[in-house]
């Protein structure tokens, strides 16, 4: 779940999967960034296993905001985890390219400050 979900929604997480038949005394939330930590080391288990200790970051640009985790996995799970966000996301970026755009676009037509 979003990091943003206050015990409202995550209440409303548990009484959907109540709704779905999932038993929610079976279940346990956890943070979208926790989940991608733990996909990625169930995936590479075996080859973290056979290297060492590896280092990750996960960059996830979203349309508001941006968040950065670093996780340190060893062959038995998860070491450390750790997350920044910021509330810079994919519609400045949007913003910032287009209003370069423009400006170019107005330089080489010319067409600035008539």
Do not use: C
Not at 22 to 33: S, T
Request: no cysteine; glycine share 8%; aromatic share 10%.
């Amino acid at each position: 779940m979003p990091d943003t979900f206050g015990k409202t929604e995550q209440r409303a997480l548990l009484d959907a999967a109540k709704i779905a038949r999932v038993h929610p005394g079976n279940l346990e939330l956890i943070y979208d960034y926790q989940a991608v930590a733990l996909t990625y080391f169930e995936q590479w288990k075996g080859w973290i296993a056979a290297e060492g200790n590896r280092n990750v970051l996960f960059i996830d640009v979203g349309h508001a905001s941006s968040t950065v985790t670093f996780a340190q996995f060893s062959p038995v799970g998860i070491d450390r985890l750790s997350r920044a966000i910021t509330m810079i996301g994919g519609r400045d970026f949007d913003r910032d390219v287009a209003a370069r755009l423009e400006t170019d676009f107005l330089e080489e037509k010319k067409l600035h400050g008539e």
